[in-house]
């Protein structure tokens, strides 16, 4: 029979992302709804087990929907990877009666949630990252907001690229994974995406590109550079030294996790919060919460941790017809 969930923590852990606290209301307001009671953990699994935990009400997620960050702060937590520090999690938890946590984070919060699981406590993990490199959803919290602050940053580069005459490599995060690169390469009308998936270090492809779209009268160009290949101010160098056209590098950074969540990261992370409170109200645990082929759904957290997540080929051999 499923143990019933009478208490529920939630925490945010990793990077945050906006929509993070659209996901936390969901995941309090769900709760209070079906009768449950709701603690936050502050500052992710460092919270949890310095015991940072508070009773949470229906106003304390008033006024957060809009907002971007995470109300519940965010950490990473060395001592929640030792098998001493899960035992001891999962212990906090039993203390404080809770009996199911919903984790809100990427790929390496999910191994924590795994090891809460194990250690005896029901846990759903919520996809919340701005990289969108979890395998097994389609979506995750962030990455749009994130898409579209980056989006607007280097129509802005362009404005001033366009009025020098030059070459401007825009440098967006997403650490090894190149989602965010490709969506803004199209988005942005760049002349070249580079994403680590793709990259063969052939920087000479990329000379004879510019090279050439001068040739024909192109009188600046956009290339948005990923995180995971990185060194902009040195591409910009030498792609100056190489063709004699003026070339700047800006990096975006930080900027991209921060600002008011889109309308798609505030609905989808409603959606996927109040999912993993039902998810724990049918006693399910270790699993995550997922978007796929126009659905909410969930997996297992080990299948889904076990899963590789693909660039979108066709997008990206779509960018690369577009910019020729
Ligand atoms: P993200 O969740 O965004 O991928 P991190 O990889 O930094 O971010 O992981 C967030 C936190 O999850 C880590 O600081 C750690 O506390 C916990 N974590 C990561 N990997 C493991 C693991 N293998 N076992 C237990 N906890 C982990
Ligand atoms: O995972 C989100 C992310 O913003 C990545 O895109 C980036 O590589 C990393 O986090 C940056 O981490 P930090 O905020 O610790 O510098």
Redesign the pocket.
């Known amino acids: 029979m499923a143990k019933e969930v009478k208490t529920i923590g939630v925490l945010t852990?990793?990077?945050d992302a906006p929509g993070m606290n659209a996901a936390i209301r969901a995941v309090v307001r769900a709760a209070l709804s079906s009768g449950l009671k709701v603690k936050g953990i502050s500052r992710?699994?460092a919270g949890l087990l310095a015991e940072d935990i508070f009773d949470m009400d229906t106003m304390s997620v008033t006024d957060i929907v809009q907002r971007g960050g995470t109300i519940l702060f965010t950490?990473?937590?060395?001592e929640?990877?030792t098998p001493e520090g899960?035992k001891k999690a999962a212990d906090i938890c039993r203390k404080h009666n809770i009996d199911g946590v919903v984790v809100i984070?990427?790929?390496?919060?999910?191994?924590?949630a795994q090891?809460l699981s194990e250690n005896g406590i029901n846990t759903i993990g919520v996809p919340g990252?701005i990289d969108l490199d979890i395998a097994c959803t389609e979506y995750t919290i962030g990455f749009d907001t994130a898409c579209n602050t980056a989006m607007e940053a280097i129509d802005k580069v362009r404005d001033t690229s366009a009025s020098h005459e030059r070459c401007s490599i825009i440098e967006v995060m997403g650490r090894t994974a190149g989602h965010i690169a490709l969506w803004c390469g199209i988005s942005n009308g760049s002349e070249y995406v580079l994403i680590p998936e793709h990259y063969d270090n052939d920087e000479q492809k990329i000379i004879d590109k510019i090279l050439s779209k001068r040739r024909i009268g192109k009188k600046h160009h956009i290339i948005v550079n990923a995180e995971g290949i990185g060194d902009s101010q040195g591409l910009a160098q030498r792609i100056e030294a190489a063709t004699g056209i003026e070339t700047r590098a800006t990096v975006i950074g930080h900027i991209q996790r921060g600002g008011n969540p889109t309308c798609r990261d505030r609905v989808y992370a409603s959606a996927m919060g109040a999912l993993a409170v039902d998810l724990l109200i049918a006693g399910k645990t270790n699993r995550v919460v997922a978007y796929r082929d126009g659905e909410f759904c969930d997996f297992d957290i080990d299948e889904a941790l076990a899963m590789t997540k693909d660039i979108d080929e066709h997008l990206y051999s779509m960018t690369r017809r577009l910019s020729r």
């Open positions: 852990s990793g990077g992710g699994y950490s990473r937590c060395a929640m990877r899960q984070g990427g790929d390496g919060s999910f191994r924590g090891k990252t």
